[in-house]
């Protein structure tokens, strides 16, 4: 099994055992880079797929919770090199598929083929570039696909239909649905035509659909569930970890 199937295979067990797949998001080395595995195992415990941020000085997707987090982890020395050196001494303790999100600034400095060479040795199994538009994104795709990793694509409630057919098309895992036209983060309510979008984003995708944005609560996880295969939990979860709270309770009162 290539490491992006394997991200399909762990929403699928999900939604095959009766509930919606969940993708916990954790800045990397945040809130202390000595805490970074166990921390992560604790997450994956409790998750489908997890998703691992890379930090970076200018997260322009992110809300001010995750803005905390990535300035906080670069502040204490954490880098893209570092994180793989964590995940590599880890030695596959970690059964959850990993997915990294990262802006593209740092993963171009790595260099695209070394990039996924490293991330398949440390159980990555995909990437999500949210600053990488899809027309530009050929190289680091097949320097991925080359390792059998997965660049999963996102889409939003204003992405065109043709748009949405190729980007749905070209992901590899799953595809990230955006919730909301705006950033990660604050306590806005899900949007009233939620399901309309994520049915009509289902129905074009042949992989899973998974939504992120917005979702902070047990509720959030069953709305999109009715129409998504997985929910992504990200700004709540590190509001979790910033308060020095074990977050495994709160992941297993998602779900």
């Known amino acids: 099994m290539q490491p992006h ?7 699928g067990a999900a939604n095959d055992a009766g509930r919606t797949a969940l ?11 000595a805490d970074f595995i166990s921390t992560l195992k604790a997450v994956a415990a ?10 970076f000085s200018d997260p322009m997707a ?25 995940l590599d001494r880890a030695g596959g303790e970690i059964d959850a598929p990993l997915v990294m999100m990262s802006y593209l600034n740092p993963l171009l400095a790595f260099g695209y083929e070394a990039l996924a060479e ?34 999963i694509q996102l889409v939003t409630p204003a992405t065109p239909d043709a748009r949405l ?7 590899r895992g799953f595809v990230y649905a955006v919730t909301i036209t705006g950033i990660t983060g604050g306590d ?7 399901a309309d979008y994520l049915d009509k984003v289902s129905a074009v995708s042949a992989l899973p659909v998974c939504a992120g944005f917005g979702i902070r609560a047990a509720r959030d996880v069953a709305n999109v569930g009715r129409h998504a295969a997985g929910a992504i939990v990200g700004s709540a979860l590190v509001e ?9 309770p709160f992941l297993a009162a998602l779900v």
């Not at 199937?5 to 929403?11: Q, S, T």
């Not at 806005?188 to 939620?194: I, N, Q, R, S, Y």
């Not at 979790?240 to 495994?248: A, I, N, S, T, Y």
């Open 5 to 11: 199937e394997r991200i399909v295979a762990a929403i």
């Open 23 to 33: 993708i916990p998001f954790i800045t990397a080395g945040y809130p202390e880079p």
């Open 46 to 55: 409790k998750g489908d797929v997890v998703e691992l941020g890379i930090p």
């Open 62 to 86: 992110d809300g001010m919770t995750i803005q905390r987090s990535s300035f906080a982890a670069l502040q204490k020395g954490v880098s893209l090199g570092w994180i793989f050196d964590q």
């Open 118 to 151: 490293r991330a398949r040795n440390a159980g990555v199994c995909g990437f999500i570039v949210p600053d990488l538009p899809f027309e530009e994104s050929a190289e680091i795709r097949t320097a991925l696909e080359a390792q059998g990793l997965g660049l």
């Open 165 to 171: 057919k190729t980007l749905c098309d070209a992901s």
């Open 188 to 194: 806005a309510a899900l949007p009233a035509d939620l």
């Open 240 to 248: 979790v970890l910033e308060r020095g709270d074990d977050p495994q």
